[in-house]
């Protein structure tokens, strides 16, 4: 594959004017039967990686923050490490759900919200990078908990949260 820009990749979608944080958000949440069939992004740690297959382009994380994509689930999910925003898919769309994400060294919920689950049953927050803590997620009446870690070897994607 040959290196490419991020704007050309990005232009069919009418998002080549947008940050990375801007894309991945956009992109997260559009509706599964509008995503783009020939393009792969990829949230990593540290940057976006996108490729359609012929170019790839990557994008650099706002520095000190990492995105946390999560599918809290009751019955199915999938195995997952770095969240894809155009193929992974978890079992709640469009459920309304509370999160907190708390730092375990300081205890600060660093994420207390209510939301709704995208069309794709993801929910995505922007966190400090560098830290290690839980996830708390109610929804229906039920609740689930899991560990998580910003740190250069965590995961982007979060699909391991059953609810209970």
Request: aromatic share 6%.
């Amino acid at each position: 594959m040959q290196s490419g820009s991020a704007e050309t990749l990005l232009a069919d979608l009418d998002l080549a004017d947008e940050d990375v944080t801007g894309v991945i958000d956009q992109l997260d949440r559009l509706p599964v039967d509008e995503r783009p069939t020939d393009l792969m992004a990829s949230v990593q740690p540290d940057e976006l990686v996108l490729t359609d297959g012929q170019q790839e382009a990557t994008m650099a994380l706002p520095e000190g923050k990492s995105y946390v994509s999560i599918a809290p689930f009751v019955d199915e999910t999938h195995d997952c490490f770095y969240h894809s925003l155009t193929t992974c898919r978890g079992e709640l769309s469009e459920k309304d759900v509370d999160v907190v994400i708390t730092d375990s060294e300081t205890g600060e919920a660093v994420v207390d919200e209510s939301t709704t689950t995208f069309d794709n049953g993801f929910v995505g927050f922007w966190v400090p990078s560098g830290i290690t803590g839980t996830i708390e997620v109610n929804a229906e009446g039920k609740t689930g908990t899991t560990d998580f870690s910003t740190r250069s070897d965590g995961p982007t994607c979060v699909t391991d949260l059953k609810l209970k």
